[in-house]
């Protein structure tokens, strides 16, 4: 499978010290609520934390933190210095900044914001889950179990992500014989994520210079990336010569621009695994884990879909635009559990910001993580309530949406928000119309910080045929 089944976290940290890293990263997080405004006299090199999503519900703040005007105003996010020290010219779009940002970010918008680009690929993310849902029915152990969803949902992701890019299945879910450099390449992917994240408390720059094991992996995983992301994209030339192919891939979309090089196509693709396989599959399992610790909620989505889809019949995309609540369902995992758990820019101007002056070029800071629990913000903050994110809910409960930003904002808001919306939409509505979903144990399941929110150990679903 692609997800590698030995999924070898080679890390020169052990579990203890990872664990106790994330324990560190969990703690400024709930510290940084505390704190809220107060760290406008902090160094250059120090972030600047924003505890309250209220900081940004003025009009003009908002203009400020998003910056979706000329390359000159656009606000900079933190580089990803891991990969700018190993890689030159900089990796994908990702850690871009300034004009060149603004430059690729626009070709690439007219890819991934049409909305063609996702209609055209609906039968495709269908047939995906179609598989899964198949899969799942027979992975289950013999008290309806599914071990390590996790697993399964970064298979799921990989294989829509790959057919919506490649425009052909990679065999994630159903194996294949023929695809042996794909998976290879996911694979390093995967790894050049885990290796990121076991950096993440140390200096890239430390480990380069030192050629510490963690170093060298990563520096291999990216290599044989880019090295397997050339083949592909070679093979893939090769056989386009035309765009009469239905869907489309991005990839033949990509090919066809005659501003963009081959490395740069090669690295671009590279990033779009890289960020968006374990984003779109960690916000699915934590919904699903929502859901099946919360089976009133569970069954207010089998009734919406039962509404509007008969039994046996399949959820197409007219039939998802009349199902608002698994699109609440999803915005309150991610309130609870943002993947992303912060929003960082680097401001380009002075700014006034929840009563502090803070001068440009401060690394501002966001937790989303501390907004979206905040009773300021949000009436009963730790419970699951997707009623909350209905046009039609009562009123008198406090939301306020500005606090719960899990895309990000502006024009450094996420590209692949509405590809990854209407994945999560499909399999979380197919799901619960196929399955009753249940917790494994009683444990409830604590997050770990790595790069993204993830859980501390692997989440099993009971999953009992409808």
Same mark, same amino acid.
């Given at each position: 499978?692609?997800? @590698?089944?030995?999924?070898? &976290?080679? =890390? $020169? +940290?052990?579990?203890? *010290? #990872?664990?106790? %890293?994330? /324990?560190?990263?969990? !703690?400024?997080?709930?510290?940084?609520?505390?704190?809220?405004?107060?760290?406008?006299?902090?160094?250059?090199?120090? @972030?600047?934390?924003?505890? &309250?999503? =209220? $900081? +940004?519900?003025?009009? *003009? #703040?908002?203009? %400020?933190? /998003?910056?979706?005007? !000329?390359?000159?105003?656009?606000?900079?996010?933190?580089?990803?210095?891991?990969?700018?020290?190993?890689?030159?010219?900089?990796?994908?779009?990702?850690?871009?900044?300034?004009?060149?940002?603004?430059? #690729?970010?626009?070709?690439?918008?007219?890819?991934?914001?049409?909305?063609?680009?996702?209609?055209?690929?609906?039968?495709?993310?269908?047939?995906?889950?179609?598989?899964?849902?198949?899969?799942?029915?027979?992975?289950?152990?013999?008290?309806?179990?599914?071990?390590?969803?996790?697993?399964?949902?970064?298979?799921?992701?990989?294989?829509?992500?790959?057919?919506?890019?490649?425009?052909?299945?990679?065999?994630?879910?159903?194996?294949?014989?023929?695809?042996?450099?794909?998976?290879?390449?996911?694979?390093?992917?995967?790894?050049?994520?885990?290796?990121?994240?076991?950096?993440?408390?140390?200096?890239?720059?430390?480990?380069?210079?030192?050629?510490?094991?963690?170093?060298?992996?990563?520096?291999?995983?990216?290599?044989?990336?880019?090295?397997?992301?050339?083949?592909?994209?070679?093979?893939?030339?090769?056989?386009?010569?035309?765009?009469?192919?239905?869907?489309?891939?991005?990839?033949?979309?990509?090919?066809?621009?005659?501003?963009?090089?081959?490395?740069?196509?090669?690295?671009?693709?590279?990033?779009?695994?890289?960020?968006?396989?374990?984003?779109?599959?960690?916000?699915?399992?934590?919904?699903?884990?929502?859901?099946?610790?919360?089976?009133?909620?569970?069954?207010?989505?089998?009734?919406?879909?039962?509404?509007?889809?008969?039994?046996?019949?399949?959820?197409?995309?007219?039939?998802?635009?009349?199902?608002?609540?698994?699109?609440?369902?999803?915005?309150?995992?991610?309130?609870?559990?943002?993947?992303?758990?912060?929003?960082?820019?680097?401001?380009?101007?002075?700014?006034?910001?929840?009563?502090?002056?803070?001068?440009?070029?401060?690394?501002?800071?966001?937790?989303?993580?501390?907004?979206?629990?905040?009773?300021?913000?949000?009436?009963?903050?730790?419970?699951?309530?997707?009623?909350?994110?209905?046009?039609?809910?009562?009123?008198?409960?406090?939301?306020?949406?500005?606090?719960?930003?899990?895309?990000?904002?502006?024009?450094?808001?996420?590209?692949?928000?509405?590809?990854?919306?209407?994945?999560?939409?499909?399999?979380?509505?197919?799901?619960?119309?196929?399955?009753?979903?249940?917790?494994?144990?009683?444990?409830?399941?604590?997050?770990?910080?790595?790069?993204?929110?993830?859980?501390?150990?692997?989440?099993?679903?009971?999953?009992?045929?409808?």
């Amino acid at each position: 499978m692609c997800f @590698p089944c030995a999924r070898m &976290r080679n =890390s $020169a +940290l052990t579990r203890e *010290r #990872r664990n106790q %890293r994330s /324990a560190r990263c969990l !703690s400024r997080t709930r510290w940084m609520g505390h704190v809220g405004g107060k760290g406008a006299g902090c160094s250059s090199a120090e @972030p600047l934390p924003l505890g &309250r999503g =209220s $900081a +940004l519900q003025s009009r *003009r #703040r908002r203009a %400020r933190f /998003a910056q979706s005007g !000329s390359s000159s105003s656009v606000a900079s996010r933190p580089v990803r210095s891991r990969l700018k020290v190993v890689s030159r010219p900089r990796l994908g779009l990702r850690n871009r900044d300034g004009p060149e940002w603004i430059e #690729r970010r626009r070709s690439l918008n007219n890819v991934f914001l049409k909305p063609k680009t996702v209609t055209d690929n609906v039968p495709v993310f269908n047939d995906v889950i179609t598989d899964l849902l198949e899969r799942w029915q027979q992975a289950r152990d013999r008290s309806g179990v599914l071990q390590n969803v996790e697993r399964e949902l970064y298979n799921w992701s990989i294989e829509s992500l790959g057919s919506m890019i490649f425009g052909r299945r990679l065999g994630c879910i159903a194996q294949t014989s023929s695809m042996d450099n794909v998976h290879e390449f996911v694979y390093c992917v995967q790894q050049i994520f885990n290796e990121s994240a076991n950096m993440s408390m140390i200096s890239p720059r430390v480990a380069y210079r030192l050629r510490l094991p963690v170093w060298r992996r990563f520096v291999k995983a990216a290599g044989r990336a880019l090295e397997l992301g050339k083949q592909e994209i070679g093979v893939h030339g090769s056989a386009v010569s035309n765009l009469t192919q239905q869907p489309i891939s991005i990839l033949s979309q990509l090919l066809f621009n005659e501003n963009m090089t081959e490395t740069e196509l090669i690295r671009i693709v590279t990033d779009l695994f890289l960020a968006a396989a374990d984003t779109t599959s960690h916000a699915t399992q934590w919904a699903l884990y929502l859901l099946a610790k919360h089976p009133e909620q569970q069954e207010r989505l089998l009734h919406s879909v039962r509404s509007v889809v008969p039994d046996g019949q399949p959820i197409n995309e007219d039939s998802l635009a009349r199902l608002p609540y698994v699109k609440a369902v999803i915005r309150e995992a991610l309130r609870l559990y943002p993947v992303a758990p912060f929003l960082t820019r680097i401001l380009s101007e002075d700014i006034e910001l929840g009563g502090y002056h803070i001068p440009a070029g401060k690394l501002i800071l966001m937790s989303l993580y501390t907004t979206g629990r905040d009773e300021r913000h949000f009436s009963e903050p730790n419970q699951f309530r997707p009623e909350r994110w209905l046009r039609d809910r009562d009123r008198s409960g406090q939301v306020n949406s500005w606090a719960c930003l899990p895309f990000g904002l502006g024009a450094r808001s996420c590209i692949g928000r509405r590809v990854a919306e209407v994945q999560m939409q499909f399999l979380i509505a197919r799901t619960v119309q196929q399955f009753q979903l249940a917790p494994s144990t009683d444990k409830d399941v604590q997050i770990k910080m790595r790069l993204i929110t993830t859980p501390e150990e692997p989440i099993s679903l009971r999953m009992t045929p409808r």
